[in-house]
């Protein structure tokens, strides 16, 4: 589910509702990065920081809904039970928030020449502490530096851009479904 088609902005917190209240998979966020030192340049990924805390965000969770669990599961409706779940389901939602940002800045390295790929960092991104599901913002280059500017007007470029995310999003898939034995 796009949030947005069009160049119109969107809330953070808008766009974090839109996720949850669709019960994506993932969280997806792709954004052009600058900076004032023109000469930066690269493709980055970020994910929620530890320094984040998950419980903060389960309690906070908890006041709001419900974690997707079987019918019954939660029949007292206790918060604390449902805190101790969004805990459990956060601290597992991190972890697979760096594996998919790993997987992404893999394709992007073995599918895009000349690219230099910076990595994954933490962050403490609202669009990433928001989501109940893992969550990355993707940074695609530095529209600030010149020779990546000009990628990223092409449309051909953005294409492939997309596409790489999009194998790197797959892969992340597929390892997650050979890790349960599927």
């Excluded at 779940?85 to 956060?90: P, R, S």
């Excluded at 020449?113 to 928001?130: M, P, Q, T």
Aim: aromatic content about 8%.
């Amino acid at each position: 589910m796009m949030t947005r088609s069009t160049d119109k902005f969107i809330s953070l917190s808008r766009r974090v509702e839109i996720a949850n209240n669709s019960h994506a998979d993932l969280f997806i966020s792709i954004h052009a990065n600058a900076n004032r030192v023109r000469s930066l340049k690269g493709f980055e990924v970020y994910y929620v920081s530890t320094s984040v805390s998950d419980l903060t965000r389960a309690i906070e969770a908890a006041g709001e809904a419900a974690p997707d669990v079987e019918q019954g599961a939660m029949a007292n409706n206790s918060t604390n039970l449902k805190a101790i779940l969004w805990d459990m389901i956060y601290t597992d939602s991190r972890a697979q928030s760096l594996k998919l940002g790993r997987s992404i800045c893999g394709s992007v390295a073995d599918n895009l020449e000349n690219s230099r790929v910076i990595g994954v960092k933490e962050a403490r991104f609202y669009v990433l502490k928001g989501p109940r599901m893992p969550a990355v913002l993707i940074e695609v280059g530095f529209l600030s530096n010149n020779s990546e500017e000009c990628l990223l007007r092409n449309v051909y470029f953005r294409q492939k851009m997309a596409e790489i995310i999009a194998q790197g999003i797959d892969n992340f898939a597929r390892d997650c479904l050979l890790a349960e034995g599927r």
